[in-house]
């Protein structure tokens, strides 16, 4: 299609072009589920002859919290409850002539239930009760999953109170933390805390400091056939508790010694020596309920709060079996130099050196005192004494059990609150405290911890925040819109990271850097270090400004993105999209630049959507990359089908440019695999998944 032709569907298309992009997005294939782990009930009523029943009344009513749902079947005698939370529910159907059908059922987390009432001709006031209403195979996916309920969560005994160590219970995965699923790489399962990811973007596992065991009301994992909602081919979705109509509480503690007898010996141990120590508190507290305020509000069927907390303690030993210069060597006494076979190591005094370069040796391999340095006699205090009499050229001379402390604190807070009939809110945070050391025996022996070198330390703070809101505009549509950040801070290194080492021991330091400096000395066949643990200050965040899930039509371009991105390996991108609300507002070479601003990103770090030649425009005078969609293309037009991008870098002879007219068909397309190969070694596309849609439904 080329010419008028073009130029006709262009401006018929620009008025409503956007808005169906808009609801395209907003619309995902009928048994969607969101990414937060809330679940669907959808099915179909029909009476004894099975024929379908349209105009019927359901209320599904949750148990717990008493927050009721209500939607009336479609002609087809279908209806669909979207983004339902886990949870114990009662689903009554009635209409005039029919006896009334109650049904229970308990949606698991992210599970798509099924359930087909049948109803009795009879007078409403008769009730027929179903339990176990939903199908117990899933009829509305093909993926394969796995879901552990919180009785399991709770009964099952874990040392560490970890909720990875439960993944493993689930055919197919193995490695806890760093878990494999059927056989794939760490990094390939995606992990997420009501919908926001908890991935560690170094490590490929688990953040480094998971969520309170108390605060997990489920988690479930999909093995197989995870669809374009997640970015990972595998996905474990944990969903957190709330609070119910009752009061509910835990109070735990567990403690763990291994005095009074119960030692666990090595067997390399010296007579006498040290022995190991372990002891470790585990201890937390959770509550939830209504939110009560005297007289002034009733939060029952309303307004709910969660709150946990859990801590660690934990008091160990790491054993260090390793040689240590002897108290004579410190003073200069080199005389036990000697390899297995008794062959001394001779010590050439630098200061006789003559005109040939010929060095004398040290009478008896023996530095006289007043040669010893004041950085020789510094190091000696700060390193360990030999706790045996083995020469340490010939073995290990240094046998010790260093102190390991680990503190870890758990707080989570939560609200639910129903603002309308057709409005759920839910808002969470989460902060993990990790503070861990080992005072000695990590690639050194210190005299204790204030030495600093030969120690190790690991401390983190992660925050998770999630902001859910629900909102049903009509039987037919609804929408969800996730805000969350996952900000995860490690640093990790030695004790002696934030001290001037350099200036103590008077070693030369042009950078002024702080810190013990790695050394190490060979003496013969003996290797003795005085080093550390390297520091390490890792600070990431991860973010969903705007996810959408909803439950008509088969269109689901959600699933259209995901599979062309990932298929070329850009995992994280940011997409804005405006709608024709705010382009009646602002001029359209405004649109994107607003966008951006509201959103708080770059244009490098963005690419737009968009299916009209106004839109286009505006994308290019904002400097970004473009998506033009399905919605653009007529019938007859060779733009290709799906994914393809136009550039929006500023090139002055850009098709767009001017007027679009013939040039829109032969401007320049790119596939999503020649992005990936332009984009990459050029810039890192922003890992916040960002959707501004303008338009209201």
């Not at 179903?130 to 996916?141: D, R």
């Not at 969560?153 to 760093?178: H, K, M």
């Not at 062959?343 to 040796?361: C, E, F, H, M």
């Not at 024709?580 to 690419?607: C, M, N, S, T, Y």
Request: proline share 5%; with cysteine; aromatic share 6%.
């Amino acid at each position: 299609m080329k010419g008028p032709a073009l130029k006709e569907t262009i401006v018929t298309q620009t008025v409503r072009g956007l808005l169906i992009l808009v609801m395209t997005l907003a619309l995902s294939a009928h048994t969607a589920r969101a990414q937060t782990g809330v679940g669907t009930i959808a099915g179909t009523v029909s009476d004894l002859s099975g024929a379908v029943v349209p105009g019927a009344n359901l209320t599904l009513t949750n148990r717990e919290t008493g927050v009721v749902r209500r939607l009336v079947t479609s002609d087809a005698g279908a209806f669909h409850f979207g983004a339902i939370p886990r949870g114990q529910y009662t689903l009554d159907v009635e209409l005039t002539g029919f006896k009334k059908w109650s049904g229970k059922l308990e949606l698991q987390v992210g599970q798509s239930a099924k359930v087909d009432p049948v109803l009795e001709v009879g007078q409403v006031q008769n009730v027929v009760e179903v339990s176990g209403a939903a199908a117990p195979i899933t009829l509305e996916s093909s993926d394969v999953s796995d879901v552990k309920d919180y009785q399991r969560i709770r009964q099952l005994p874990l040392n560490g109170r970890a909720i990875s160590s439960l993944f493993d219970l689930t055919p197919g995965v193995e490695g806890g933390g760093n878990a494999r699923v059927s056989g794939m790489k760490v990094g390939s399962l995606e992990i997420t805390l009501d919908g926001i990811s908890m991935v560690d973007r170094f490590g490929g596992g688990i953040a480094r400091i998971q969520p309170g065991l108390d605060t997990i009301q489920e988690f479930r994992i999909e093995t197989v056939g995870s669809d374009a909602r997640f970015s990972r081919p595998a996905t474990v979705t944990l969903a957190t508790r709330s609070g119910t109509n009752q009061f509910h509480g835990t109070v735990f503690e567990t403690h763990r010694n291994n005095q009074g007898g119960l030692l666990a010996h090595r067997r390399e141990e010296a007579a006498g020596a040290t022995k190991p120590h372990l002891v470790r508190n585990e201890f937390g507290v959770s509550a939830g309920g209504p939110l009560l305020l005297g007289k002034l509000y009733d939060g029952h069927d309303k307004t709910f709060w969660f709150g946990a907390y859990e801590g660690l303690v934990e008091r160990s030993t790491n054993f260090a079996n390793d040689r240590v210069p002897t108290a004579a060597m410190w003073a200069g006494d080199l005389s036990n130099i000697v390899d297995a076979n008794g062959r001394p190591t001779i010590i050439y005094d630098p200061l006789t050196t003559d005109a040939n370069g010929v060095r004398q040796p040290f009478p008896g391999n023996i530095i006289p005192g007043n040669r010893i340095s004041a950085f020789a006699r510094e190091m000696q205090s700060l390193t360990g004494a030999p706790t045996s009499s083995l020469n340490p050229h010939l073995g290990n001379n240094y046998q010790r059990f260093y102190p390991v402390k680990q503190d870890r604190n758990n707080l989570t807070l939560k609200g639910d609150h129903t603002l309308t009939d057709k409005d759920r809110l839910s808002v969470r945070w989460t902060r993990s405290v990790s503070n861990g050391a080992t005072e000695g025996g990590v690639f050194g022996n210190p005299i204790d911890a204030s030495a600093g070198f030969g120690t190790s330390r690991s401390d983190a703070v992660v925050n998770n925040v999630s902001i859910n809101h629900t909102r049903t505009f009509s039987p037919t549509l609804l929408n969800e819109l996730l805000v969350g950040a996952h900000r995860s801070y490690k640093s990790s290194g030695t004790l002696a990271d934030f001290e001037d080492w350099p200036k103590t021991l008077g070693v030369p330091n042009p950078f002024g850097a702080q810190g013990w400096p790695t050394m190490y000395a060979v003496s013969g066949d003996a290797e003795f270090g005085w080093d550390a643990d390297n520091r390490k200050d890792e600070a990431l965040t991860a973010g969903c400004r705007l996810a959408i899930a909803s439950t008509t039509t088969a269109v689901n371009i959600d699933a259209l993105l995901n599979a062309t991105f990932g298929a070329c390996g850009l995992e994280m991108f940011s997409v804005i999209a405006c709608g024709d609300q705010v382009r009646a507002k602002k001029p359209a070479p405004d649109i994107f630049r607003l966008a951006l601003e509201h959103l708080g990103v770059e244009a490098d770090d963005a690419v737009a959507l968009e299916d009209s030649a106004n839109g286009l425009r505006s994308a290019h005078a904002a400097g970004l990359w473009t998506v033009v969609t399905p919605t653009f293309w007529t019938e007859g037009s060779d733009f290709g089908d799906a994914g393809l991008l136009l550039p929006s870098l500023g090139d002055p002879a850009h098709p767009l440019a001017g007027e679009p007219g013939d040039r829109l068909h032969d401007a320049p397309w790119l596939s999503f695999a020649e992005l990936a190969r332009r984009a990459r070694p050029a810039r890192t596309l922003d890992p916040v998944a960002s959707l501004y849609a303008g338009a209201q439904a």
